[in-house]
């Protein structure tokens, strides 16, 4: 058969066997014998012979009829215990994950989501890798994963989940030997570090944006560093000034650890991403990962955002 789409009819072709007739299993299925024999017909046609030989006073499978019956039997037994597995998964989540990534997200707050998913679903185990590099998602067998910029891998689906907002900031040691920036021009005066990695779009330059004005800088780093978190380091040892997220620099600002440069003048916020296989079978363990990080990313982002963690 090519078209398998539903069981129906092959389930109602085993009952009419289990029946002996088409009008006892119509019964049994609590549908009306010519239609019954309708989707008979529609079977036979499908399956190019007939399936069932039909006198005045009784019914017997034909020999293509018992060939199909025993395959039937089989399939069905095999499509039971699927939707039981199904069903059972559904109720109780179980098997393993593999997540990745972007290194500081999934440090400060991916590990802090996982950790809950993981208790609400204690038969699920999982696995984080934290990686800032390009990777070929499918190829390296990650479930799911959480990105930013643009898709190494064709074979994944990508939508938004959250927005990263971003601040300038430098130490206030540094800030002893160097004017404070009262525009963006003053800010190629200041050493600058950059992040190593392209993708996350501050490696050498950037944007800012006020009302309707947007100025560009391009600037030679004195230092880049593989990690947002190192670059927070740097930037508390007065080595340069950086952009950090607002999750991470609103609590060092409100500690004096490091000053806010350019307060008026703003940075577009950077897309974070749910990524994962671009097919439609997903396991349920993995449907209901995705689901419950885009609903508690957001939360523990804002959570940070607003220094209440």
């Not at 399939?75 to 393993?96: F, N, V, Y």
Request: glycine share 4%; net charge positive.
């Amino acid at each position: 058969m090519t078209n398998l789409n539903d069981l129906h009819q092959i389930r109602e072709f085993v009952q009419i066997a289990d029946s002996g007739s088409i009008s006892r299993a119509a019964k049994v299925l609590g549908m009306s014998q010519p239609t019954l024999s309708r989707h008979l017909a529609a079977l036979e046609a499908q399956m190019g012979a007939p399936l069932i030989r039909r006198d005045t006073h009784s019914m017997s499978l034909t020999s293509a009829g018992i060939i199909v019956l025993a395959d039937a039997r089989e399939l069905l037994t095999l499509a039971d215990r699927m939707g039981s597995r199904l069903r059972s998964e559904r109720r109780s989540l179980r098997g393993h994950l593999r997540m990745i990534s972007v290194v500081d997200v999934g440090q400060w707050i991916v590990s802090r989501v996982l950790s809950r998913f993981q208790k609400l679903h204690p038969d699920v185990t999982t696995e984080l890798h934290l990686i800032n590099r390009a990777t070929k998602f499918i190829k390296e067998g990650f479930d799911c994963g959480i990105m930013v910029g643009a898709a190494t891998d064709r074979r994944v689906t990508i939508r938004k989940v959250a927005q990263l907002h971003r601040r300038l900031v430098a130490a206030p040691s540094l800030l002893k030997d160097h004017a404070l920036p009262a525009r963006p021009d003053d800010l190629k005066l200041l050493p600058w570090l950059g992040i190593l990695q392209p993708h996350f779009y501050s490696r050498d330059r950037f944007e800012l944006e006020r009302q309707k004005q947007t100025v560009k800088l391009k600037l030679a780093p004195v230092m880049l560093l593989d990690t947002v978190t190192a670059l927070r380091e740097a930037a508390i040892e007065g080595a340069g000034f950086t952009i950090l997220p607002e999750w991470m620099a609103a609590r060092d600002i409100a500690a004096g650890r490091l000053v806010q440069l350019l307060p008026d003048w703003h940075m577009a916020p950077i897309d974070l991403q749910i990524a994962h296989a671009a097919h439609e079978h997903l396991p349920q363990r993995v449907k209901s990962l995705i689901e419950y990080l885009e609903q508690e990313l957001p939360l523990e982002i804002h959570r940070l955002d607003l220094n209440e963690r």
